[in-house]
Protein backbone atom coordinates (compact mmCIF):
# COMPACT_ATOMS: atom_id res chain seq x y z
CA UNK A 1 0.00 0.00 0.00
CA UNK A 2 0.67 3.85 -0.67
CA UNK A 3 1.60 5.84 2.49
CA UNK A 4 -1.27 7.78 2.35
CA UNK A 5 0.42 10.66 5.00
CA UNK A 6 3.13 10.58 2.74
CA UNK A 7 1.07 11.73 -0.42
CA UNK A 8 -0.53 14.03 1.99
CA UNK A 9 2.60 15.88 2.94
CA UNK A 10 4.08 16.41 -1.30
CA UNK A 11 0.69 17.68 -2.12
CA UNK A 12 0.66 20.13 0.97
CA UNK A 13 4.38 21.07 0.24
CA UNK A 14 3.40 21.65 -3.00
CA UNK A 15 0.44 23.93 -2.19
CA UNK A 16 2.60 25.71 0.30
CA UNK A 17 5.61 26.26 -2.17
CA UNK A 18 2.97 27.59 -5.16
CA UNK A 19 1.42 29.78 -2.24
CA UNK A 20 5.11 31.31 -1.43
CA UNK A 21 6.36 31.90 -4.74
CA UNK A 22 3.20 33.81 -5.47
CA UNK A 23 4.59 36.35 -2.71
CA UNK A 24 7.32 39.20 -2.99
CA UNK A 25 10.86 36.91 -2.95
CA UNK A 26 14.30 37.53 -2.97
CA UNK A 27 15.40 36.29 -6.24
CA UNK A 28 17.72 33.70 -4.59
CA UNK A 29 14.79 32.46 -2.65
CA UNK A 30 12.46 32.16 -5.32
CA UNK A 31 15.18 29.82 -7.65
CA UNK A 32 15.43 27.64 -4.42
CA UNK A 33 11.79 27.30 -4.42
CA UNK A 34 11.37 26.96 -8.03
CA UNK A 35 13.77 24.11 -8.17
CA UNK A 36 11.90 22.55 -5.07
CA UNK A 37 8.80 22.32 -6.83
CA UNK A 38 10.05 21.40 -10.28
CA UNK A 39 11.45 17.91 -8.61
CA UNK A 40 7.94 17.03 -6.53
CA UNK A 41 5.96 18.23 -9.10
CA UNK A 42 6.01 15.00 -11.53
CA UNK A 43 5.06 12.95 -8.27
CA UNK A 44 1.99 15.42 -7.35
CA UNK A 45 0.78 14.72 -10.95
CA UNK A 46 1.17 11.28 -10.37
CA UNK A 47 -0.58 11.65 -6.69
CA UNK A 48 -3.59 13.32 -8.40
CA UNK A 49 -3.78 11.26 -11.65
CA UNK A 50 -3.84 8.33 -9.13
CA UNK A 51 -5.96 9.53 -6.68
CA UNK A 52 -8.62 10.50 -9.51
CA UNK A 53 -8.39 6.82 -10.59
CA UNK A 54 -9.63 5.31 -7.38
CA UNK A 55 -12.33 8.12 -6.72
CA UNK A 56 -13.75 7.31 -10.91
CA UNK A 57 -13.15 3.14 -9.53
CA UNK A 58 -15.34 3.77 -6.70
CA UNK A 59 -18.27 5.77 -8.88
CA UNK A 60 -18.40 3.12 -11.52
CA UNK A 61 -18.37 0.67 -9.01
CA UNK A 62 -21.52 2.27 -7.72
CA UNK A 63 -23.13 2.21 -11.47
CA UNK A 64 -22.21 -1.48 -11.82
CA UNK A 65 -24.16 -2.31 -8.82
CA UNK A 66 -27.10 0.07 -10.00
CA UNK A 67 -30.14 -0.91 -11.49
CA UNK A 68 -30.26 0.83 -14.70
CA UNK A 69 -28.39 -2.40 -16.90
CA UNK A 70 -27.57 -0.24 -19.75
CA UNK A 71 -25.55 2.31 -17.86
CA UNK A 72 -24.50 -0.84 -15.44
CA UNK A 73 -22.86 -2.52 -18.91
CA UNK A 74 -21.00 0.73 -19.70
CA UNK A 75 -19.60 1.29 -16.74
CA UNK A 76 -18.11 -2.05 -16.10
CA UNK A 77 -16.76 -2.15 -19.19
CA UNK A 78 -14.40 1.34 -18.14
CA UNK A 79 -13.83 0.02 -15.03
CA UNK A 80 -12.29 -2.95 -16.06
CA UNK A 81 -9.77 -0.83 -18.13
CA UNK A 82 -9.49 1.51 -15.58
CA UNK A 83 -8.82 -0.92 -12.58
CA UNK A 84 -6.13 -2.84 -14.92
CA UNK A 85 -4.31 0.95 -15.21
CA UNK A 86 -4.37 1.61 -11.60
CA UNK A 87 -1.53 -0.92 -10.50
CA UNK A 88 0.29 0.66 -13.00
CA UNK A 89 -0.20 3.90 -11.51
CA UNK A 90 0.79 2.49 -8.28
CA UNK A 91 4.19 0.90 -9.24
CA UNK A 92 4.83 4.26 -11.04
CA UNK A 93 4.23 5.91 -7.93
CA UNK A 94 6.25 4.04 -6.10
CA UNK A 95 9.61 4.44 -8.55
CA UNK A 96 8.83 8.30 -7.87
CA UNK A 97 8.79 7.94 -3.96
CA UNK A 98 11.96 5.90 -3.97
CA UNK A 99 14.90 8.03 -2.39
CA UNK A 100 17.05 9.93 -4.74
CA UNK A 101 20.64 10.28 -5.73
CA UNK A 102 21.35 13.49 -4.57
CA UNK A 103 24.02 13.85 -7.37
CA UNK A 104 21.61 12.47 -10.26
CA UNK A 105 21.16 15.92 -11.50
CA UNK A 106 24.68 16.95 -11.72
CA UNK A 107 27.17 17.16 -14.56
CA UNK A 108 30.00 14.72 -15.07
CA UNK A 109 33.39 14.52 -15.21
CA UNK A 110 33.81 11.40 -18.12
CA UNK A 111 36.95 9.61 -17.39
CA UNK A 112 37.97 6.57 -20.56
CA UNK A 113 40.82 4.98 -20.40
CA UNK A 114 42.42 2.46 -22.38
CA UNK A 115 43.11 -1.33 -20.61
CA UNK A 116 44.82 -4.16 -21.94
CA UNK A 117 45.24 -4.80 -25.32
CA UNK A 118 47.82 -2.06 -26.88
CA UNK A 119 47.17 0.33 -30.01
CA UNK A 120 43.64 -1.92 -30.46
CA UNK A 121 42.66 -0.97 -26.17
CA UNK A 122 43.64 2.63 -27.26
CA UNK A 123 40.85 2.46 -30.51
CA UNK A 124 38.51 1.34 -28.32
CA UNK A 125 38.38 3.76 -26.03
CA UNK A 126 38.20 6.22 -28.83
CA UNK A 127 35.11 4.36 -29.65
CA UNK A 128 33.39 4.56 -26.15
CA UNK A 129 34.38 8.15 -26.12
CA UNK A 130 32.77 8.91 -29.21
CA UNK A 131 29.57 6.86 -28.61
CA UNK A 132 29.03 8.79 -24.92
CA UNK A 133 29.92 12.21 -27.31
CA UNK A 134 27.26 11.01 -29.20
CA UNK A 135 24.55 10.19 -26.57
CA UNK A 136 25.39 13.71 -25.00
CA UNK A 137 24.62 15.16 -28.08
CA UNK A 138 21.23 13.81 -28.32
CA UNK A 139 20.45 14.57 -24.84
CA UNK A 140 21.53 18.66 -25.70
CA UNK A 141 24.54 18.21 -23.36
CA UNK A 142 27.56 20.93 -23.67
CA UNK A 143 30.94 18.30 -23.34
CA UNK A 144 34.20 19.66 -23.44
CA UNK A 145 37.32 18.03 -23.75
CA UNK A 146 39.57 18.78 -20.14
CA UNK A 147 42.54 16.54 -20.94
CA UNK A 148 43.51 13.61 -23.44
CA UNK A 149 46.37 11.57 -24.51
CA UNK A 150 46.06 10.16 -27.79
CA UNK A 151 47.06 6.47 -28.87
CA UNK A 152 50.00 5.74 -31.28
CA UNK A 153 47.53 4.69 -34.13
CA UNK A 154 44.47 6.69 -32.89
CA UNK A 155 41.76 6.74 -30.19
CA UNK A 156 43.17 7.48 -26.62
CA UNK A 157 45.69 6.34 -23.67
CA UNK A 158 43.24 8.33 -21.88
CA UNK A 159 40.94 11.23 -22.59
CA UNK A 160 38.90 13.43 -19.62
CA UNK A 161 35.78 15.47 -20.58
CA UNK A 162 33.20 17.45 -18.91
CA UNK A 163 29.33 17.08 -19.99
CA UNK A 164 26.97 19.25 -18.73
CA UNK A 165 23.33 18.83 -19.02
CA UNK A 166 20.01 18.03 -17.17
CA UNK A 167 20.13 14.42 -15.32
CA UNK A 168 23.54 13.57 -16.56
CA UNK A 169 24.41 11.76 -13.90
CA UNK A 170 21.72 10.14 -13.66
CA UNK A 171 21.84 8.47 -17.01
CA UNK A 172 25.74 7.42 -17.23
CA UNK A 173 26.37 6.67 -13.45
CA UNK A 174 25.94 2.70 -14.11
CA UNK A 175 28.21 2.93 -17.02
CA UNK A 176 32.09 3.03 -14.73
CA UNK A 177 33.78 -0.04 -14.65
CA UNK A 178 35.93 -2.38 -17.50
CA UNK A 179 34.47 -2.73 -20.99
CA UNK A 180 35.52 -5.79 -22.95
CA UNK A 181 36.08 -5.35 -26.70
CA UNK A 182 36.08 -8.81 -29.19
CA UNK A 183 36.97 -7.61 -32.50
CA UNK A 184 39.82 -8.54 -35.53
CA UNK A 185 42.14 -5.45 -35.77
CA UNK A 186 42.84 -4.06 -38.72
CA UNK A 187 46.61 -5.00 -38.04
CA UNK A 188 45.63 -8.69 -37.87
CA UNK A 189 46.39 -10.76 -41.02
CA UNK A 190 45.56 -14.02 -39.69
CA UNK A 191 41.87 -12.47 -38.78
CA UNK A 192 42.47 -13.69 -35.31
CA UNK A 193 39.71 -12.22 -32.94
CA UNK A 194 41.74 -10.32 -30.14
CA UNK A 195 40.24 -8.88 -26.81
CA UNK A 196 40.46 -5.49 -25.35
CA UNK A 197 39.45 -3.64 -22.53
CA UNK A 198 39.03 0.19 -21.64
CA UNK A 199 37.94 1.26 -18.41
CA UNK A 200 35.57 4.02 -17.97
CA UNK A 201 34.98 6.18 -14.61
CA UNK A 202 31.66 8.62 -14.74
CA UNK A 203 31.88 11.13 -11.80
CA UNK A 204 29.75 13.67 -10.60
CA UNK A 205 31.11 17.45 -10.30
CA UNK A 206 30.07 19.07 -7.35
CA UNK A 207 29.63 22.83 -6.92
CA UNK A 208 32.20 24.67 -5.48
CA UNK A 209 30.60 24.83 -2.77
CA UNK A 210 30.18 21.17 -2.07
CA UNK A 211 33.55 20.50 -2.04
CA UNK A 212 36.16 22.78 0.05
CA UNK A 213 39.45 22.31 -0.86
CA UNK A 214 42.10 24.46 1.27
CA UNK A 215 45.13 25.49 -0.44
CA UNK A 216 47.36 24.36 2.12
CA UNK A 217 46.12 20.60 1.32
CA UNK A 218 47.71 21.21 -2.40
CA UNK A 219 51.06 20.59 -3.86
CA UNK A 220 50.86 22.27 -7.16
CA UNK A 221 53.99 21.44 -9.45
CA UNK A 222 54.21 23.13 -13.10
CA UNK A 223 56.32 21.51 -15.93
CA UNK A 224 56.78 21.83 -19.78
CA UNK A 225 53.88 20.15 -21.67
CA UNK A 226 55.21 17.43 -24.32
CA UNK A 227 53.51 15.73 -26.71
CA UNK A 228 54.18 12.03 -28.41
CA UNK A 229 57.98 10.97 -27.54
CA UNK A 230 58.38 13.37 -24.82
CA UNK A 231 59.70 16.33 -26.92
CA UNK A 232 58.63 19.57 -25.79
CA UNK A 233 55.19 21.48 -27.22
CA UNK A 234 55.52 24.55 -25.19
CA UNK A 235 58.52 26.97 -24.23
CA UNK A 236 56.58 27.55 -21.11
CA UNK A 237 56.10 25.85 -17.95
CA UNK A 238 52.32 25.66 -18.88
CA UNK A 239 51.58 22.14 -17.88
CA UNK A 240 50.13 21.49 -14.14
CA UNK A 241 50.06 18.89 -11.62
CA UNK A 242 48.32 19.12 -8.73
CA UNK A 243 48.72 16.74 -5.44
CA UNK A 244 45.83 16.77 -3.00
CA UNK A 245 48.30 15.87 0.15
CA UNK A 246 45.71 14.28 2.70
CA UNK A 247 44.63 11.77 0.19
CA UNK A 248 47.38 11.57 -2.40
CA UNK A 249 44.85 12.23 -5.19
CA UNK A 250 46.34 13.55 -8.40
CA UNK A 251 45.52 15.70 -11.19
CA UNK A 252 47.73 16.38 -14.38
CA UNK A 253 46.42 19.06 -17.23
CA UNK A 254 48.56 20.28 -20.22
CA UNK A 255 46.09 20.47 -22.89
CA UNK A 256 45.61 24.54 -22.84
CA UNK A 257 48.88 27.21 -23.60
CA UNK A 258 48.03 29.07 -20.19
CA UNK A 259 48.70 27.98 -16.94
CA UNK A 260 45.89 29.54 -15.38
CA UNK A 261 43.64 27.46 -17.25
CA UNK A 262 45.49 24.34 -17.17
CA UNK A 263 45.22 24.80 -13.00
CA UNK A 264 41.42 25.24 -13.72
CA UNK A 265 40.46 22.62 -15.56
CA UNK A 266 43.17 20.39 -13.06
CA UNK A 267 40.91 21.96 -10.26
CA UNK A 268 37.72 20.57 -12.03
CA UNK A 269 38.75 17.20 -11.97
CA UNK A 270 40.11 17.44 -8.70
CA UNK A 271 36.91 18.19 -7.13
CA UNK A 272 35.13 15.47 -8.88
CA UNK A 273 37.45 12.86 -7.73
CA UNK A 274 37.31 13.92 -4.14
CA UNK A 275 33.26 14.13 -4.01
CA UNK A 276 33.33 10.86 -5.46
CA UNK A 277 36.24 9.10 -3.13
CA UNK A 278 33.30 10.65 -0.35
CA UNK A 279 30.60 9.59 -1.89
CA UNK A 280 32.44 5.67 -1.93
CA UNK A 281 33.45 5.94 1.60
CA UNK A 282 29.82 6.53 2.10
CA UNK A 283 28.61 3.81 0.28
CA UNK A 284 30.87 1.81 2.02
CA UNK A 285 29.24 2.58 5.22
CA UNK A 286 26.02 1.20 3.87
CA UNK A 287 27.04 -1.70 2.59
CA UNK A 288 23.58 -3.35 2.41
CA UNK A 289 22.37 -0.57 0.68
CA UNK A 290 25.18 -1.10 -1.89
CA UNK A 291 24.42 -4.35 -3.05
CA UNK A 292 20.84 -3.14 -4.38
CA UNK A 293 22.46 -1.20 -6.66
CA UNK A 294 23.41 -2.23 -10.35
CA UNK A 295 26.86 -2.80 -10.26
CA UNK A 296 29.35 -1.37 -7.32
CA UNK A 297 30.31 0.75 -9.87
CA UNK A 298 33.82 -0.17 -9.14
CA UNK A 299 35.76 0.49 -12.31
CA UNK A 300 37.99 -2.99 -11.84
CA UNK A 301 34.03 -4.59 -12.22
CA UNK A 302 33.99 -5.89 -16.12
CA UNK A 303 30.34 -4.68 -17.07
CA UNK A 304 29.91 -5.04 -20.69
CA UNK A 305 31.39 -7.02 -23.81
CA UNK A 306 31.24 -5.39 -27.29
CA UNK A 307 31.60 -8.17 -29.47
CA UNK A 308 31.86 -7.10 -32.98
CA UNK A 309 31.98 -10.81 -34.82
CA UNK A 310 28.41 -11.51 -33.16
CA UNK A 311 26.86 -7.86 -34.04
CA UNK A 312 26.19 -7.96 -29.96
CA UNK A 313 26.46 -5.85 -27.03
CA UNK A 314 26.05 -8.31 -23.86
CA UNK A 315 26.00 -6.19 -20.13
CA UNK A 316 26.89 -8.62 -17.88
CA UNK A 317 25.19 -6.93 -14.53
CA UNK A 318 21.54 -7.74 -15.93
CA UNK A 319 22.39 -10.17 -18.36
CA UNK A 320 21.09 -8.08 -21.38
CA UNK A 321 22.14 -8.81 -24.99
CA UNK A 322 21.20 -6.38 -27.84
CA UNK A 323 22.41 -7.59 -31.69
CA UNK A 324 22.85 -4.03 -32.44
CA UNK A 325 26.73 -3.03 -31.69
CA UNK A 326 26.47 -0.62 -34.22
CA UNK A 327 24.06 1.04 -33.13
CA UNK A 328 25.04 1.29 -29.36
CA UNK A 329 28.38 2.39 -30.16
CA UNK A 330 26.52 5.02 -32.47
CA UNK A 331 25.07 6.45 -29.60
CA UNK A 332 21.49 6.15 -30.40
CA UNK A 333 21.59 2.67 -28.78
CA UNK A 334 22.99 3.47 -25.68
CA UNK A 335 19.90 4.87 -24.82
CA UNK A 336 18.25 0.85 -24.49
CA UNK A 337 20.62 -0.42 -22.16
CA UNK A 338 20.92 2.69 -20.16
CA UNK A 339 17.27 2.46 -19.51
CA UNK A 340 17.46 -1.13 -18.66
CA UNK A 341 20.26 -0.73 -16.55
CA UNK A 342 17.82 1.87 -14.45
CA UNK A 343 14.62 -0.39 -14.73
CA UNK A 344 17.01 -2.79 -12.68
CA UNK A 345 17.97 -0.18 -10.20
CA UNK A 346 14.83 0.66 -9.59
CA UNK A 347 13.14 -2.73 -8.84
CA UNK A 348 16.25 -3.76 -6.58
CA UNK A 349 15.70 -0.70 -4.80
CA UNK A 350 11.58 -1.49 -4.21
CA UNK A 351 12.53 -4.57 -3.62
CA UNK A 352 14.64 -3.71 -0.77
CA UNK A 353 11.88 -0.85 0.12
CA UNK A 354 9.23 -4.42 0.60
CA UNK A 355 11.43 -6.92 2.13
CA UNK A 356 11.98 -3.81 5.20
CA UNK A 357 8.47 -3.70 5.29
Known amino acids: MLPVERLDAIIA ?6 EEMNGELPPERFVALSKEYAEIDPLVVAIRAYRAALVECEELSGLVAGDDTEMADLARDELQGLESQVPEM ?4 EILLLPRDAADDLNIILEVRAGTGGDEAALFAGDLFRMYLRYGELQGWKCEVINQSE ?7 EVVAAMCGKGAFAALKFESGVHRVQRVPETESGGRIHTSAATVAVLPEP ?3 DIKIEEKDLRVDVFRASGPGGQSVNTTDSAVRITHLPTGIMVSQQDEKSQHKNRAKAMQVLRARLFEAERERADNERAADRKSQVGSGD ?3 RIRTYNFPQGRVTDHRINLTLHKLEKVLAGDGLTEVIEALTREDQARRLAAVDGAD
Not at 13 to 18: K, N
Not at 151 to 157: I, L, N, Q
Open 13 to 18: RAEALQ
Open 90 to 93: EKAL
Open 151 to 157: GDVGGYK
Open 207 to 209: EEV
Open 299 to 301: RSE
